[in-house]
C-alpha cells in the first residue's frame, strides 16, 4: 500500500471548512502551519484581513496529512471544495510519494505507522 503525502496551502480563513471537511472523509493526522507564501499571480493583488499584499508575501496555512487508505483523489476533491472561492490566491496543493513512515512508540513503518490499529 503507498504512503502518500497531501500539502494543501490556501487561505488562512478556510481551515476550519477544510479541516472538517477532511475530518469528514475520515483524515484525521494532519500538521497546520502558518506560512508566508507567493505564487504565480504577478501583478495581481491579493487582500488579506482588508490589506492589500501587491508584493510577494502573503500569510496562509499549510495543511499536511499523510494518507494511505484514503484514495489520493478523494482528499483532492474534497479540500478543493471547501477552500476553493474562484478568487486569486486560493492556493496550491502538492503531492508527495513517501518512502516511509514510523510510528515512534510501536517502531511501526509504512502503512501500519499511519493506519489506525488501536
Ligand atoms: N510553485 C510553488 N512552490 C511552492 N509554493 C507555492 C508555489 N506556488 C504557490 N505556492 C504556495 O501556495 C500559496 C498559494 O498560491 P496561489 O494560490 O497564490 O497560487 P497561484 O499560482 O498564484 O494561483 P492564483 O492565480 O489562484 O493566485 C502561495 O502563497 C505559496 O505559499
Ligand atoms: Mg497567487
Do not use: W
Not at 503507498?2 to 483524515?27: H, Y
Not at 506560512?35 to 491579493?46: A, D, I, Q, R
Not at 516511509?100 to 510501536?106: C, K
Request: hydrophobic share 40%; net charge neutral.
Amino acid at each position: 500500500m503507498k504512503i502518500t503525502k497531501v500539502e494543501i496551502i490556501t487561505r488562512a480563513s478556510k481551515l476550519e471548512e477544510l479541516k472538517q471537511a477532511l475530518n469528514d472523509i475520515g483524515v484525521l493526522g494532519m500538521t497546520v502551519s502558518q506560512v508566508f507564501g507567493c505564487g504565480l499571480s504577478k501583478g495581481h493583488t491579493e487582500v488579506y484581513r482588508g490589506k492589500e499584499y501587491d508584493i510577494n508575501l502573503v500569510p496562509k496555512i499549510k495543511l499536511e496529512t499523510v494518507v494511505c487508505e484514503i484514495p489520493v483523489e478523494r482528499v483532492l476533491e474534497v479540500a478543493q471544495k471547501a477552500v476553493r472561492t474562484g478568487n486569486i490566491g486560493d492556493g496550491k496543493i502538492f503531492v508527495y510519494e513517501l518512502t516511509d513512515a514510523v510510528r515512534i512508540r510501536t517502531g511501526d513503518r509504512g502503512p501500519e505507522a499511519i493506519m489506525d490499529t488501536k
